[in-house]
């Protein structure tokens, strides 16, 4: 049978949870676009600077080394791989930096009885923190001082 502190409690948690993972997946694809284009870049200025170098000057090698350029300009495995880093990098990141919110979260989630209790607390008052500081800007130093 549940109670309305059990059903709270798992609300909560269900809460924290899709606030973490949503702005992990927010950073996630920041930081894939970023990445992608990063990986790109120095992709294509190694195959820039592979081409306009020849061992010798001859008009066949220099043919193939532009057709052989331009298959490798043309791979989409680069740009997907390195969209795929990114997220990877920006969605593990972001919960890194949320651990503690996740962790309450969590164990308001799974927990049983008191320990249920103490992350549905524990999460609110962490949120009641953030709210403070991040909207109000009680508690944060200002960059002009």
């Not at 969605?91 to 989630?109: D, K, Q, W, Y």
Request: aromatic content about 8%.
């Amino acid at each position: 049978m549940f109670s309305v502190a059990n059903v709270v409690c798992k609300t909560v948690g269900i809460a924290g949870i899709s606030a973490a993972l949503y702005d992990a997946g927010k950073v996630g694809s920041e930081e894939s676009r970023r990445e992608k284009l990063i990986v790109n870049a120095d992709h294509f200025e190694r195959i820039h600077d592979a081409t306009r170098t020849m061992s010798t000057e001859s008009h066949v090698t220099n043919f193939i080394q532009d057709k052989v350029a331009d298959y490798r300009m043309n791979n989409p495995l680069v740009s997907i791989f390195g969209s795929i880093k990114g997220f990877c990098k920006g969605f593990l990141n972001s919960l890194g930096e949320h651990i503690l919110p996740v962790s309450l979260a969590s164990m308001a989630l799974a927990g049983k009885g008191i320990f249920a209790k103490i992350g549905a607390w524990g999460l609110a008052g962490y949120t009641a923190l953030m709210i403070a500081k991040e909207g109000f800007g009680i508690g944060k130093v200002s960059p002009r001082d």
